[in-house]
């Protein structure tokens, strides 16, 4: 009992705690061909883009070698990740990162 009479507990049960969930891992990346065609891919943002470009051709059945991948007028490496090579800091949740595909040009006039 307190000492004012009540029979209220003396101190206050303490609400849980909830954690802030952390950001979601996962991003939207949309490849462009030359023609205006997109295909977009959901990838963590620890995925090789390798991952992304094999699944490219494969969906348009063609060969990985005769394609290019840009992201920002920058080639892209198969080893490379949305994290090394998209700015994610300032990023919306909802963000679409682009990556331009073309096809190889050999020579040239």
């Known amino acids: 009992m307190s000492t004012n009479g009540s029979s209220a507990p003396e101190s206050p049960t303490a609400a849980p705690v909830e954690e802030p969930k952390p950001k979601l891992q996962a991003i939207e990346v949309k490849v462009k061909d030359q023609h205006g065609n997109e295909l977009t891919f959901k990838i963590?943002?620890?995925?090789?883009?390798?991952?992304?470009m094999n699944a490219y051709c494969t969906n348009k059945e063609l060969s990985r070698d005769?394609?290019?991948f840009f992201y920002d007028g920058q080639r892209l490496n198969g080893k490379d990740t949305p994290e090394s090579t998209f700015d994610l800091e300032d990023a919306?949740?909802?963000e679409v990162y682009q990556i331009d595909v073309m096809m190889e040009q050999l020579g040239g006039y």
């Open 44 to 52: 963590k943002k620890t995925t090789p883009l390798e991952k992304v």
């Open 66 to 68: 005769s394609l290019r």
């Open 92 to 94: 919306a949740d909802d």
